[in-house]
């Protein structure tokens, strides 16, 4: 199989000459399938990829024939199963934080599981600023810049319309990216579970229940399929069939029964202090 631009483009080309084909223009097409003509420019030029329903809509308005709908389907699934490279997402910039902002600001439910650091909307800014440089895949990241975006993102805590839930691994409220951090960041933790629009939960170590990896759960404002973003090492992963979608909503209902949440998570943090 076709590495993941590759395959992208791929795609994308096969979209865009069957709107060609079909003599619809790309208002129309948008109209049609329920995004704006930029929305489709981008997906002609492997720059986003349309839903399923996006383009199941695409390939009925162009009368794609059985066989091709078939193919690009299929090219479809590949695709989110890829995981575009940091190398390749993050190139000629300097991170990914207007985008995540983005997938906030369009959902109306946000639910993020991190065994091992604090997640990005609750952390301190020390605390960002030791950690971007163990995460940056590029070794060129202007590290005060990506802090400042990622604390501008915290602002979305307190916009009506989106529900946070937060799951972190004991670990995480036990390893520090930097000397002199933790104290001021597990304060912050304490303090955000008595915000109200965010629930935040401590998963013991002891907890029955294995997450091998981080996780972000994203449930659409506009009534698009719920989907989940991982990172992995090399890249990002956007998960978006149901069948897949639905072992992290079985999961995470199975961290919400083995975490400490409220009050009790407040106490144990603190314990930690």
Not at 57 to 72: G, H, M, N, P
Not at 145 to 157: G, S, Y
Not at 171 to 179: E, T
């Amino acid at each position: 199989m076709p590495d993941a631009s590759a395959l992208r483009q791929e795609l994308a080309t096969e979209l865009r000459t069957l709107r060609a084909m079909a003599g619809v223009s790309g208002r129309a097409l948008g109209e049609r399938i329920g995004t704006s003509q930029g929305t489709v420019w981008r997906i002609e030029h492997a720059q986003a990829l349309p839903t399923r329903q996006q383009a199941q809509a695409w390939l009925d308005a162009c009368a794609a024939d059985d066989e091709r709908t078939t193919r690009v389907l299929h090219m479809l699934e590949d695709a989110y199963r890829e995981a575009p490279t940091w190398t390749r997402t993050l190139a000629g910039r300097n991170h990914m934080q207007s985008e995540i902002a983005a997938r906030e600001r369009a959902s109306v439910s946000v639910r993020n599981f991190q065994p091992t650091i604090v997640p990005g909307l609750l952390q301190t800014a020390e605390y960002a600023r030791h950690l971007v440089p163990f995460v940056d895949r590029t070794g060129e990241v202007d590290v005060e810049e990506h802090v400042a975006k990622r604390l501008e993102r915290q602002a979305m805590l307190d916009a009506e319309g989106c529900r946070f839930a937060f799951f972190l691994g004991e670990r995480a409220l036990r390893w520090s990216p930097g000397p002199g951090v933790m104290a001021a960041q597990l304060e912050k933790l304490a303090a955000a579970i008595a915000r109200p629009g965010i629930t935040l939960g401590v998963v013991p170590d002891a907890a029955p229940v294995v997450a091998w990896h981080n996780f972000v759960i994203h449930e659409p404002a506009d009534g698009q399929p719920t989907y989940v973003t991982t990172e992995t090492v090399h890249g990002e992963l956007t998960v978006r069939e149901s069948a897949d979608v639905a072992i992290y909503l079985k999961l995470w209902d199975q961290l919400l029964h083995s975490a400490v949440v409220g009050d009790d998570a407040a106490e144990w943090i603190r314990k930690l202090s």
